[in-house]
């Protein structure tokens, strides 16, 4: 495993010419990236605000789970967006994030499968290896936040994250989480400014790597019961059709498990 904290210089080149990142933070623990970000936002922080860490106490999943990663294991950050679209588009950005960061970690485990759980677990081998939480925070912002497992090889385990995976264990050896944000970044960049251009371009490649397309699956809802069917179609608007037998119901969110693939 790299360094806890990123040399200087990886933060200055973070921020160096034409890139999404406009300022870049790092904390060695924080509650929560997203949190900071959020804070950060409300004050009035520009898009492209970085906030990096090596250790969350409070660090925050989707449908309001917690978020667990051992210092050193992991990739944790925050970025400021203010992408100034029509809000009808904005559901489509975590999965945008999604597909960007399967793009930025397939060269690191060439030869096995990266692809997507609706709407952004990146799954490696079938193995959730990363999570996205996107928040909106007001004034007209949106939080991306990004936990990313690189080596989890000598970390024990809770029982929750026993199916989980991480870079090092699929890929070839140890994995510089530095040089790995960078291309995270560059990623990043490309995909959010096509999209600020032409907002539905990308869900044909989204699409192609979502591994819950045409999956038996059951999705688990907060306030709702579980849907069990078959995952027909992803809309235009990132919503995920399931159809049951005898109706297709619309998912907005909720957490999907793959009970027989494609
Ligand atoms: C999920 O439930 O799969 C999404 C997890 C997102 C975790 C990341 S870690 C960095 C950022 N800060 C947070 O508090 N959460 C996100």
């Known amino acids: 495993m790299t360094?806890?904290?990123p040399p200087g210089r990886m933060l200055q080149r973070l921020v160096a010419g034409p890139t999404l990142v406009s300022h870049a933070l790092w904390f060695d623990r924080l509650?929560?990236?997203?949190?900071?970000?959020?804070r950060r936002a409300a004050a009035g922080a520009?898009?492209?605000?970085?906030?990096?860490?090596?250790?969350?106490?409070?660090?925050?999943?989707?449908?309001?789970?917690?978020?667990?990663a051992p210092p050193g294991s992991s990739l944790m950050g925050s970025l400021l967006l203010r992408p100034g679209l029509p809000i009808a588009a904005l559901p489509q950005l975590p999965l945008l994030i999604g597909l960007a960061l399967a793009e930025a970690c397939e060269p690191l485990v060439s030869g096995t499968q990266v692809s997507l759980k609706w709407p952004n677990d990146l799954l490696v081998d079938g193995r959730k290896c990363a999570g996205i939480l996107v928040e909106s925070a007001r004034p007209d912002a949106m939080i991306v936040g990004i936990g990313l497992n690189v080596d989890w090889r000598a970390v024990d385990r809770p029982d929750d994250l026993v199916a989980a995976t991480s870079l090092s264990e699929v890929g070839r050896g140890p994995i510089d989480r530095w040089r790995l944000?960078?291309?995270?970044?560059?990623?990043?960049?490309?995909?959010?400014r096509a999209w600020c251009e032409t907002p539905g371009d990308f869900l044909p490649a989204y699409r192609e790597r979502c591994a819950t397309l045409g999956s038996v699956v059951r999705?688990?809802?907060?306030?709702?019961?579980?849907?069990?069917?078959?995952?027909e179609r992803i809309t235009d608007a990132g919503a995920l059709i399931v159809a049951t037998g005898d109706a297709m119901l619309e998912l907005h969110a909720g957490e999907v498990h793959h009970l027989r693939a494609a």
Request: aromatic share 4%.
């Open 219 to 231: 999705v688990d809802r907060v306030e709702s019961p579980p849907v069990i069917g078959t995952a």
């Open 46 to 68: 520009d898009e492209g605000l970085l906030v990096l860490t090596d250790e969350q106490t409070a660090g925050r999943g989707r449908l309001g789970r917690t978020w667990h």
């Open 181 to 192: 944000l960078i291309a995270l970044i560059d990623r990043l960049d490309q995909r959010y």
């Open 3 to 5: 360094d806890r904290a």
């Open 31 to 38: 509650e929560s990236t997203n949190a900071e970000a959020a």
